[in-house]
């Protein structure tokens, strides 16, 4: 299946609710108030949210007006553009230039870090990049177990050790195992919850430390997880983890099994950081680097 047709595919239950409601409202009406109404409606139904659904429309109307577009059919062609530039913030791109680099991977529990972690480290690989994941979450023994298994199933090196050691050791450990066999990329897992969200910050900031003392010159990215199908509440806890530790990107997964794709709109606007992939399913294959052109290609 080709990239396009993957995406699609995946967006398949959002497209029904924007792309459906959409063709509707450009077949049957000219661009007036009604239609500007009716589109805002349908962009606050699929997640946008209300001050990204506001953006949107009146960014659309300045279009509109700028380039005196008169047809339904121009309008669309407008949206998609206003749609696709509110995506462009930041690079999607990985930024791994340095021999080891870091991914952090952070997020509330069942997010899906750890999946998106073996999907990635064997995305990675098949670039052609030495990997190795960290299985810095060790409130769970599960934890550990399941990243375990990813590691086997993309032939990826792991470092973990028992349920309760401290993560920042593990950190430290998977850190001068990079060093020493040469790895380009450490990916490290961490827990999504512990006994509180002080607990969980503070961890996260001493495992930040950890990679700040030993590879202080070493590329790093720090990438949070989101669930599509929690919508909004997302950007809650995105707040929280960019104040906590900064986020160079988002990872939104879930995006098959829910109508609310447009919370990708909402991220990249009232965010501001850049969506990196997208998960599309549970599959190894199912991660795919964010496009903001075929996304919305996609809905639309
Ligand atoms: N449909 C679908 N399921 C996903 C996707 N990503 C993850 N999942 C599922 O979500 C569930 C939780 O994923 P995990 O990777 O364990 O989440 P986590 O963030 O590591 O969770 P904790 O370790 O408990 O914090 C699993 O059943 C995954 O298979 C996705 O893109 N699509
Ligand atoms: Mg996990």
Known sequence: MG???KIKQGLAKTQKVIGGSLD????SSSLNDDFYGELEETLILADV???TSLHAV???RAMVKERRLKTPEEGKDALREVLTGMLQVGDPALHL???PAVILVIGVNGVGKTTTIGKLGASLKKDGKRVLLCAADTFRAAAGDQLQVWAERG????IRQQEGTDPAAVAFDALSAARARKMDVVICDTAGRLHNKQNLMNELKKISRVIDRELPDADREILLVLDATTGQNG??????FQEACGVTGIVLTKLD???KGGIVFAVADTLGIPVKYIGLGEQMDDLMPFDAQAFVDALL
């Open 49 to 51: 949210g209300m001050e």
């Open 58 to 60: 009146d960014a659309l």
């Open 235 to 240: 950007l809650a806890q995105a707040r929280q």
């Open 155 to 158: 032939g990826l090196d792991l």
């Open 97 to 99: 230039s340095t021999n």
């Open 3 to 5: 990239f396009l047709d």
């Open 257 to 259: 099994g829910t109508a």
């Open 24 to 27: 509707e409202i450009f077949s």
